[in-house]
């Protein structure tokens, strides 16, 4: 399809990997292209935040779907004040999240897309444990039913810093790296050292960091006090290696659009 003369434009969402190869070979065409891709997410939690929200906040971040969701918030920044606090109700929240069979109504996590998807969840983890980082909670399959289902259990790592894998690569599964900062240009810095920009969330009730931050953060969504709120008014788009383009919102048709113009001479 992206080597086809047919075809006018191409918009992808996946993997940053399957995106830098869609763009690659849209060159021989020089078709239209836009493209979605992956994302390593900071989820920052200010001292003066309302931390049970931010708790609840950052759980349904990492852990919905599984962490399967592009704008999973799978690094966890909290200031260095409140962590351990913190990490204490997160941990609490997280044991509580049973995996089990999708279709019953009481489960919270459900299993991952595949077997091979699973062994590269595990694979992370396994690394994790390696680079240093400190294991709270999770970090097995989980045993659901008869056993043959793609489950791990939710995972917390913490003590962990940019440099480690777990923190810069896309897991896209239920593990959550945890890194503390001092203060608001910290957290600025480590939000943006990574490869990625699809998006970002920040829990704090001072309006004017919300601001600062979400003017400083290189992501094409940053959220205040809530994570994973969309619209189908609101453009939804990644920076750096996250893609370019944009879905959703006037600037969605963009990409479908060809401007043209058109000159008639009128004299007689």
Known sequence: MVDHSGVDGV?????????????????????HVEVELGGKSPNVVFADADLEAAVRGTISAIFYNCGEVCTAGSRLLVEESVHERFVEQLVARTKKLTPGDPLDPKTRLGPIVSQEQMNRVLSYIETGKAEGAKLLVGGNRANVGNGKGYYVEPTVFDQVDNKMKIAREEIFGPVLSTITFRDLDEAIAKSNDTIYGLAAAVWT?????????????????????TYNMFDCASPYGG????GFGRE???????FYTQTKSVW????E
């Open 11 to 31: 918009s992808f969402t996946g993997s940053t990997a399957v995106g830098q190869e869609i763009v690659r070979r849209s060159a021989t065409t020089l078709k």
């Open 205 to 225: 009730r001072d309006v004017k960091k919300a601001h600062r931050l979400a003017r400083a953060i290189k992501a094409g969504t940053v959220w205040i006090n």
């Open 239 to 242: 920076y750096k290696m996250s």
């Open 248 to 254: 959703q919102g006037l600037e969605a048709f963009n």
């Open 264 to 267: 008639i001479d009128l004299n």
